[in-house]
């Protein structure tokens, strides 16, 4: 199974924005969801965004609706998660993991235990 890495973070100020990126080590079956998770200290995990490879269908928490955007280079087996307009509550460490199509789909994508292959982290910092 491909491994990924998260990369990207940083701090920026309330109104910013960031990208990070979710890399895999080899490339990945397009019958597959990628997913951004986030995890604040003393909070749960929270899935952010997922996107079916096959086609690009994207999916998003409330919270992140028309700030974030998730998009995938399938030549660079990167998925991206473009954020914008961030805010002091978007601080939290973000994850990206990957599970086969089934095991997931439009109304469960954001369980996060339902995926695997998770990489270090990324820091991201929000100051007002």
């Known amino acids: 199974q491909a491994q990924l890495a998260e990369s990207g973070g940083g701090s920026v100020q309330a109104g910013g924005s960031l990208t990070l990126s979710c890399t895999s080590s080899r490339g990945i079956d397009s019958d597959f969801y990628v997913g951004w998770f986030r995890q604040a200290p003393g909070k749960a995990r929270e899935g952010v965004a997922a996107?079916?490879?096959?086609?690009?269908?994207?999916y998003y928490a409330d919270s992140v609706k028309n700030r974030f955007t998730i998009s995938q280079d399938n030549i660079k087996n990167t998925v991206y998660l473009r954020m914008t307009s961030l805010k002091t509550e978007d601080t939290a460490t973000y994850y990206c993991?990957?599970?086969?199509?089934?095991?997931?789909?439009?109304?469960?994508?954001?369980?996060?235990?339902?995926?695997?292959?998770w990489g270090p982290g990324t820091q991201v910092t929000v100051s007002s």
């Open positions: 996107i079916y490879l096959g086609d690009g269908e994207a």
């Open positions: 993991g990957m599970v086969r199509a089934g095991f997931v789909g439009s109304r469960d994508w954001h369980l996060g235990n339902r995926y695997s292959g």
